[in-house]
């Protein structure tokens, strides 16, 4: 949002060594991803400046009708861009609130968390978008032979379709986290948790192309431990990593938006939809919750759906 991320800068006041002290527990207690804490800083700074607008000491005059102002005044365009925040982002706003005060209490500097009553706003949750078999095909396939680094994009999308990894988690891995002789790869996720994912017998040897071919030369002044790596033998950015799926993606002629992170639903999609069991897939991609990886059911109905409707008398 255009007018948040202009007046970021003008939310470092009172209390943000109270928020700093928070986020640095959540690190080195918590063990959260980089990106995770960063959310929360931008999260809590909002609020900081909320309540600096009404006047508001933190942390000792919240309660819960605190939190439902706040949630209006995220709720309400801003009037300089006539931009307005999602429910999830909105809701994740007072996930980060209520940890706040949640960590205020273990603390001792409130007595009761009240905020703790308040329940987060309910959200529909969104059906991912997933590209048919055919199209997570043509994608992974559309990388120009002509390319300069043809064998690294192309490796780099094979990989991500045959494991389902994030862009971050992709872009930072190690040469050596990845077993060519048994198929598979050490993957480290949020928070610092370790997965072991396997790799279908073409994608190592794709990758193994890059590897041999490719990569010895790439690297050969930076010595980079990367297994992805830029023209000039640097680490991989997930910036770039969206860019090679997006380039992909327009070679292949796919509608829509299509990121790394529509490879990871393929992937989980496609694998229930080949018979794999759910705590397969959600050990797979990683996710703390079976709730997350259910979302993928979702897409299989609306897959059976399409069956019905086509196949039935009455459809």
Known sequence: MKFFQENEKKLEKWPDSEIETFLHYLCVEGGLAGNTIMSYRRDLRRFAH??????LTLPDQINPQTAVDFVKWLSQP??????????????????????????QKLMGKVKTDLC??????????RV???LSKQQAAELVSAVNPV??????DKALLELLYATGMRASEAASLNLSDVNFKMGYLRCI??????????VHKYAIDVLHDYVTKQRLDLTEKTHSRKLFVSKNGKELSRIEVWRIVKKAALKAGLPGKVTPHT???????????????????QEMLGHADLSTTQIYTHVNHEHLRSIHKKYHPMG
């Open 50 to 55: 909320f309540a600096e607008l009404n006047g």
């Open 78 to 103: 801003v009037e300089e861009d006539h931009t307005r925040l999602s429910e999830a982002t909105i809701a994740r706003h007072v996930v980060s609130l209520r940890m706040f005060m949640r960590y």
């Open 116 to 125: 703790d009553l308040m329940e987060s706003p309910r959200i529909w949750q």
């Open 128 to 130: 991912p978008r997933v």
């Open 147 to 152: 390319d300069q680094l043809f064998l690294r």
């Open 189 to 198: 996720g949020k928070g610092d948790k370790e997965r072991i994912i396997p």
């Open 263 to 281: 490879l990871r639903h393929c992937f989980g999609t496609h694998l229930l939809q080949g018979g794999a069991d759910l705590r397969s897939v």
